[in-house]
């Protein structure tokens, strides 16, 4: 069991990334890469290549551009852009471990051709993303959570206006990639998941494949602490009305964010 401050109970997650971090301070190319040629720039984390596919960025996601008249999400013109002027024709791919997404897009991290400069580290650097982590396509975690850091540090592009939102003020209107804060109030397993709430207005679900990147934490400690999380919001308008509207999946610890941030 972790106990002591907020800060102190997240040590035992984090130690081993920042141990890693600081070992590996950029994010280094496999030995082995695909070529492919870059044909436009969809939006900052994702790109169309001139054989067809559709490349998502592993460990990053950034701004959404405007579509069906939405507005553009603050830096997302500037991301995409960046990734125009930065990335060149001939790009590197190392492809995940999880080769695709629910919605048939190639999952790699990339890489520019004249210096092998990781794409993803790169927008983290210049604070035009935010760092994501989904197992198992986990290599460059360490790497990336440094990136994002000396950005917010600096306060670079989204952290000069950093959004998060109360989970007990949340509205059906909230969705999307979201950063959300709030107290803990219930941990509760279930036969496939774990649930965490936060301010009883929103759902964690932690699914139990993906609680061995959580080994270690005593997650019923966490109640009654402030947690902020990253990832995905999802308004529940059919619920079971003893739960929150809302829910985000938990899948892992990078996810989170701790005092010393």
């Known amino acids: 069991m972790i106990s002591g401050t907020p800060s102190q109970l997240w040590l035992g997650v984090f130690v081993c990334v920042w141990l890693a971090a600081a070992a590996q301070a950029d994010c280094i190319p496999p030995s082995s890469l695909q070529p492919a040629t870059l044909e436009s720039v969809v939006d900052g984390d994702t790109l169309r290549l001139t054989d067809g596919r559709l490349v998502r960025l592993i460990g990053v996601n950034t701004p959404e ?11 997302a013109v500037a991301a995409a852009r960046a990734v ?3 990335l060149g024709k001939t790009v590197w791919l190392a492809p995940g471990h999880e080769p695709t997404d629910r919605y048939g897009r190639t999952l790699a991290a990339v890489y520019r051709d004249r ?7 790169y927008l ?5 993303g935010w ?10 975690v360490a790497c990336l959570r440094a990136a994002e850091l000396a950005a917010r540090r600096s306060e670079r592009g989204v952290w000069r206006m950093p959004e998060i939102l109360r989970a007990k003020s949340l509205t059906p209107a909230d969705a999307g990639f979201k950063r959300v804060t709030g107290r803990v109030t219930r941990v509760s397993p279930s036969r496939r998941a774990l649930w965490i709430e936060l301010d009883s207005a929103l759902s964690l679900r932690l699914d139990k494949r993906d609680q061995v990147h959580f080994r270690g934490v005593d997650m019923q400690s966490l109640v009654g602490q402030e947690l902020t999380v990253r990832g995905w919001l999802i308004y529940r308008d059919r619920h079971r009305a003893q739960y929150p509207a809302h829910m985000m999946v938990l899948r892992h610890p990078a996810m989170l964010e701790t005092d010393e941030e």
Do not use: C, T
């Open 65 to 75: 551009i405007g579509r069906d008249g939405a507005p553009h999400q603050p830096y």
């Open 84 to 86: 125009r002027q930065w």
């Open 124 to 128: 983290l650097q210049q604070g035009l």
């Open 115 to 121: 210096d092998k400069k990781h794409l993803g580290e």
């Open 131 to 140: 760092q994501v982590s989904v197992p198992p396509n986990l290599r460059d």
